[in-house]
């Protein structure tokens, strides 16, 4: 079955980086994008980014345009997205999700990075 | 920027009532790309309804989900204990950015 696997929760200083992973299994890693979705303390639900596990090719919500980058790694199954510049609005849970196909809906969800900006 | 306004914020019903839950978007979603979320307390948001009236894999018949070009529904039939949660909608497509609505909660009355 389809997994995805994220890495634990970071704590960081205003300013500093944040560089969070996910990890796939249970099926053909380059042939789905995956997406980064951020949720903030009892908010709604935010697309941050996507990016093209077979060729890399990256999108990103003009909102975070500069600050996140999103990169894979083929031989480790693994997305991962990091995120500069932090401030306290950054603090929120941050998931990844595959896109079923092209541009269509979010099939399957990480568990979820909670990351504190402090 | 597609914005989606989910009404009512929260919906107190008991088990066994059934529950409908409304996803207003400012411009028409193109080909009904339009998705259902359901999130408990902690967990991942979990597909539950995609291109508006296709039901997920391995979710029950008592969920379901209609309209089109800016109104859409997500009807639950009889909710069970385990229905009560967050819900929220989500366009997709070709065109980003894909934007989620605020949200329903549908809480025990």
């Known amino acids: 079955q389809v997994q995805l696997v994220q890495s634990g929760a970071e704590v960081k200083k205003p300013g500093a980086s944040v560089k969070v992973s996910c990890k796939a299994s249970?099926?053909?890693?380059?042939?789905?994008?995956m997406l980064w979705v951020r949720q903030a303390p009892g908010q709604s639900l935010e697309w941050m980014g996507r990016?093209?596990?077979?060729?890399?090719?990256?999108r990103y919500s003009q909102k975070f345009q500069g600050r996140v980058t999103l990169t894979r790694d083929t031989s480790a199954s693994t997305v991962y997205m990091e995120l500069t510049s932090l401030t306290s609005e950054d603090t929120a849970v941050y998931f990844c999700?595959?896109?079923?196909?092209?541009?269509?809906?979010?099939?399957?969800w990480g568990q979820g990075t909670l990351v504190t900006v402090s | 920027e597609i914005v989606l306004t989910q009404s009512p914020g929260t919906l107190s019903l008991s088990p066994g009532e059934r529950a409908t839950l409304s996803c207003r978007a400012s411009?028409?979603?193109?080909?009904?790309?339009l998705a259902w979320y359901q999130q408990k307390l902690g967990q991942a948001p979990r597909l539950l309804i995609y291109?508006?009236?296709s039901r997920a894999t391995g979710i029950p018949d008592r969920f379901s989900g209609s309209g089109s070009g800016t109104d859409f529904t997500l009807t639950i039939s009889r909710l069970e204990p385990e229905d009560f949660a967050l819900y929220y909608c989500?366009?997709?497509?070709?065109?980003?950015?894909?934007?989620f609505g605020q949200g329903t909660k549908v809480e025990v009355k």
């Open positions: 989500q366009q997709y497509g070709d065109s980003p950015p894909w934007t």
């Open positions: 999700a595959r896109q079923s196909s092209g541009y269509d809906h979010f099939d399957n």
């Open positions: 411009q028409s979603v193109s080909n009904s790309y």
């Open positions: 249970g099926y053909t890693f380059m042939s789905y994008a």
């Open positions: 291109g508006a009236s």
């Open positions: 990016i093209n596990a077979g060729n890399g090719d990256t």
